[in-house]
């Protein structure tokens, strides 16, 4: 079982926005920054955004990423088929020095 | 551009060793954490080891303490993995920690090796 907790799934049509959602506990979310990860099959995962929008170059802007008290979410808005993939919500935990990961989201584009 | 690279991964006994290795290049090794991360087949992302960018700390998720060792020097990063068990069976990623994202803010990924772990 995860730390952090976010949905297994997530699904919508193109052009909809999506919200995934990640829930913790006050020693990780509530006092650091959550990172989140997209991996697509049989490939290794990449940074995707943190919660204060910092995205690797050629993420777009449509992803987006906030955080309030010890929940965080992403929000990708118009999405695109090729944003089918599984999501990884993280951050780092106070009482293990290092970070916990939430279950992971498989987002499918309908 | 920068890089890590995996390789030590196999097909191993309970109860034996394994020494992963992961090379780098591309940025200042000195400067940056690395952490080691795990998915066992099907599942999710599991934390299981860093070293501080001048190897004064070291921590492990609680499922390896005492079985595992996290190390480095010049431009590499190890994880030696003693008494391996059946679920210790996962690709191992070593991953880069870049603190302007907020600690844990893994920002290059290697490839993964594979680590099966099967009488």
């Known amino acids: 079982q995860s730390v952090l907790t976010q949905p297994p799934s997530a699904s919508g049509t193109p052009g909809q926005r999506v919200t995934i959602s990640c829930s913790g506990s006050s020693s990780n979310i509530g006092s650091n920054t959550v990172n989140w990860y997209q991996q697509f099959p049989g490939a290794a995962p990449k940074r995707l955004i943190n919660?204060?929008?910092q995205r690797p170059s050629g993420v777009p802007d449509r992803f987006s990423g906030s955080q309030s008290g010890t929940s965080a979410s992403l929000v990708i808005s118009g999405l695109q088929s090729e944003d089918e993939a599984d999501y990884y919500c993280a951050a780092w935990e106070d009482n293990l020095n290092g970070p916990v990961f939430g279950g992971g989201t498989k987002l499918t584009v309908l | 551009q920068e890089q890590l690279v995996e390789s030590g991964g196999g097909v191993v006994q309970p109860g034996t060793s394994l020494r992963l290795s992961c090379a780098t290049s591309g940025f200042t090794f000195s400067v940056y954490g690395i952490h080691w991360v795990r998915q066992a087949p099907g599942k999710g992302l599991e934390w299981v080891a860093v070293i501080w960018n001048d190897s004064s700390r070291r921590y492990y998720v609680d499922s390896v303490k005492g079985r595992f060792t996290v190390s480095r020097d010049s431009s590499m990063a190890y994880l030696q993995m003693n008494s391996l068990r059946a679920d210790d069976t996962a690709v191992y990623y070593c991953?880069?920690?870049?603190?302007?994202?907020?600690?844990?803010?893994?920002?290059?990924w290697g490839q993964g090796t594979l680590v099966t772990v099967s009488s």
């Open positions: 919660s204060h929008n």
């Open positions: 991953v880069r920690d870049n603190w302007n994202y907020g600690k844990g803010g893994f920002d290059y």
